[in-house]
């Protein structure tokens, strides 16, 4: 009897054992199934002009680590066509807003949209379909009713005419401030339509200088849209730019925000590079040839000040140690 109830007392001991290796194990599976991060947009196509709104949560997000999220747009060519950054809430959630098509968004079909935080990866896809953006008709006033004729009174007897009151002064009408419109007696906000986005900022730059609204940033900015992205030439430039410099600009940035001793001298370096750009003011918007040789005479300017003047300095230097030996 004895043995029967040692024997008894094992079997129930195994069996609570397997039983509790199969849960755990299920629930480590299902917390690995999530992955690191996850995101999805509102509607699965969208046209021309339509805003696209990105929801997502990272998995292993630290707020304290001051990582932001990096997201690239990808076309159905790998193309990129935008890139940007955003911070997600303390939970790790965060969600964005864009809208579809510009002249980048050039051919239909599956754009990928690539996010990455650290060394956490992951993507959404939307398709876009394309097509010219219209806004809605106006719609036409309604024609008023006629006002039905009055019928016709008996006149009544004459009254003494009384004393005439005085007229009450008008009340003045409100002044309205910046930005705003009286309508109807009232203060109204002035609608303007968003402009169109056209590609992301520089994040090394921006990073550098503390502020996408810096001076520097906005001249970057003016230059890239109103000149360089005015040709063909120049729009096929920096597509074919930004695939190479967003591959590690986002790393850059990082150690900026993390080291302020080396956005000081990230700073100090591309400060002459961005008063080189100044030359590309000087061509007409939408000139290929005057875009394309100024920007020719950047790149050879650029290429003299930070690679041609050191090695020559550098082959003095050495030059000069080896005959005073």
Request: charged share 20%.
């Amino acid at each position: 009897m004895k043995m029967r109830l040692t024997g008894f007392l094992a079997l129930s001991l195994l069996a609570i054992s397997i039983f509790s290796y199969g849960f755990s194990g299920m629930a480590f599976a299902d917390s690995h199934n999530i992955p690191p991060i996850s995101a999805k947009t509102e509607l699965p196509s969208y046209e021309n002009g339509d805003r696209v709104k990105l929801t997502g949560s990272i998995r292993d997000y630290d707020p304290d680590s001051g990582t932001a999220l990096t997201f690239v747009i990808k076309s159905p060519d790998n193309n990129l066509v935008a890139v940007g950054q955003l911070t997600p809430k303390s939970d790790g959630t965060f969600s964005n807003s864009f809208v579809a098509g510009g002249p980048l968004w050039k051919i239909n079909g599956d754009y990928i949209i690539e996010l990455h935080y650290g060394p956490q990866d992951g993507e959404a896809k939307i398709v876009y379909t394309g097509g010219e953006f219209q806004a809605p008709p106006p719609q036409p006033e309604p024609t008023p009713k006629p006002t039905p004729e009055p019928k016709p009174t008996p006149e009544p007897e004459p009254e003494p005419e009384p004393t005439p009151e005085p007229e009450p002064e008008p009340e003045p009408e409100p002044v309205c401030g910046p930005g705003t419109e009286l309508v109807n007696g009232m203060c109204q906000v002035i609608k303007t339509e968003e402009p169109e986005e056209k590609g992301g900022g520089c994040l090394i730059a921006t990073a550098a200088f503390g502020s996408e609204l810096a001076p520097q940033i906005q001249f970057l900015r003016e230059v890239r849209d109103n000149t360089v992205m005015s040709t063909a030439s120049g729009a096929a430039f920096m597509s074919g730019f930004n695939q190479l410099y967003y591959s590690f600009s986002p790393t850059i940035a990082d150690m900026e925000r993390e080291n302020p001793m080396f956005q000081e001298a990230v700073r100090a370096f591309i400060t002459p590079m961005i008063s080189t750009l100044s030359i590309m003011t000087l061509a007409d918007d939408g000139s290929e040839v005057e875009v394309l040789g100024l920007g020719l005479s950047v790149i050879a300017l650029n290429l003299g000040m930070y690679i041609a003047a050191p090695a020559l300095i550098g082959f003095k230097v050495h030059r000069h140690f080896k005959t005073r030996n």
